[in-house]
């Protein structure tokens, strides 16, 4: 069957040259063939995420990550930060491995603020906190700033944020947020096949760690860092996708990291502009929209301006080889996403407005 091009939210289409890197012949993973592929990223991928901190390269997806920050870094309580399906998930994990774990949430669309976390950070009983930057199912952006700015209220809770589809898209700098963990996942922004994930930690994230039992051994961030000392991984890593990785970064610093922000900005606000010339209203809460996907209101929520059969709108899209999404979790086909994410431009999103307005007419 033919490729359908992938305009969904992760994961996103990957370039020829990607998977050319991802084709690379095989290494050893503790040869210095390896250790020179991943010295060769590391200054790569710390200048991305403003950081002095080594960053880590798991062979998983960004859920193993999600739930190895759980198990590294909670003792006492996880408060964890609610608007999404993922972000909700992330509660149901905490549980699943044993820690006691209480849900602020927010209604899907709305971003979470700071002083609606301030306010539950007071109680004093929490030691962590979880929050997706970028909550792909509602195509919602929290503010991280603003709440990257409790930390220095709040200097023993750690921080754990999910940047799974906002990475390389948005500017984030670690250091400067004073966060303790940023984790990705490389088939949304990144562009890459789906299979890796990246991460950094902070000194005290890894001086706590340090101090937690039962924290495993295949998502142990002590053994990250231990490893990425030497550019090494704790375990064999999946080295097709470092080659991939590589690649990548190279794309990325060749087109400039400001115009890769920019890039992403511009074709968010263009397919937001498409749906509002459509009629239709958008899902997230205004200037609170997600820079690298955009998620339309199809009756989720009340005031929406126009209703279409998704499914018939999805089907009617593929026949011209593109594939969009349905909506996710309890939205699903009452909104649908559609992601700018990754490698796209203003041409390739022009081909995929035409793809929509030819539906469109036939709905
Ligand atoms: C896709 C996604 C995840 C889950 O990633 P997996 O790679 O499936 O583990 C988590 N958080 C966000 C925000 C996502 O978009």
């Keep these: ?14 370039s020829e040259k990607t998977f050319k890197a991802f084709c690379s012949p095989m290494i050893g993973h503790r040869g210095q063939g390896f250790k020179d592929l991943y010295a060769k990223v590391q200054p790569q991928l710390q200048s991305l995420l403003s950081t002095k901190q080594l960053v880590y390269l798991s062979t ?16 006492k309580k996880v408060l964890c930060c609610m ?19 209480e849900g602020l949430q ?3 669309g709305s971003p979470v603020r700071a002083a609606q976390i301030d306010a ?18 509602t195509g919602t952006m929290s503010p991280i700033d603003e709440i990257a700015g409790l930390k220095k209220k709040y200097p023993n809770v750690m921080f754990i944020v999910d940047a799974v589809s906002s990475m390389s898209a948005v500017d984030l700098k670690f250091d400067e947020l004073g966060i303790d963990v940023l984790l990705a996942g490389t088939q949304k922004a990144f562009a890459m096949p789906p299979g890796l994930a990246v991460f950094v930690c902070s000194p005290a994230a890894l001086a706590k760690a340090a101090t937690i039992k039962d924290r495993g051994y295949y998502f142990d961030f002590v053994e990250f860092q231990k490893n990425a000392a030497e550019s090494m991984t704790p375990s064999t890593p999946s080295i097709a996708h470092i080659y991939a990785l590589s690649s990548k970064l190279d794309d990325f610093f060749q087109e400039g990291l400001e115009a890769r922000y920019s890039r992403h900005l511009r074709l968010a606000k263009m397919t937001r502009e498409w749906a509002l010339n459509q009629g239709f209203n958008l899902f997230p809460e205004a200037g609170f929209e997600s820079v690298t996907l955009t ?3 199809n009756g989720a929520k ?7 059969d998704v499914a018939k709108l999805q089907k009617l899209v593929k026949e011209q080889g593109i594939l969009i999404d349905g909506g996710y979790g309890k939205i ?3 909104t649908f996403r559609l992601s700018n994410m990754g490698d796209e431009t203003d041409a390739t999103m022009k081909q995929l407005y035409t793809a929509l307005d030819n539906a469109m007419q036939k709905l």
Excluded: Q, Y
């Excluded at 069957?1 to 990957?14: C, F």
């Excluded at 859920?63 to 870094?73: K, P, Q």
């Excluded at 539950?120 to 199912?137: C, K, P, Q, Y």
């Design 302 to 308: 009340p005031g929406n301006k126009r209703t279409v």
């Design 106 to 108: 927010v209604d899907w």
């Design 60 to 75: 998983s997806s960004a859920w193993g990550v999600m739930e190895g920050a759980i198990r590294n870094l909670v003792s």
């Design 295 to 297: 998620c339309i209101n």
């Design 1 to 14: 069957m033919a490729h359908a091009k992938l305009h969904i939210p992760g994961p996103v289409e990957v």
């Design 120 to 137: 539950r950070l007071a109680s004093g009983e929490f030691d962590a906190l979880t929050l997706i930057h970028n909550e792909t199912s």
């Design 83 to 101: 608007c999404g399906a993922f972000s909700d998930k992330w509660l149901d994990v905490a549980k699943r491995c044993g820690k006691n774990a």
């Design 332 to 334: 699903k086909g009452t």
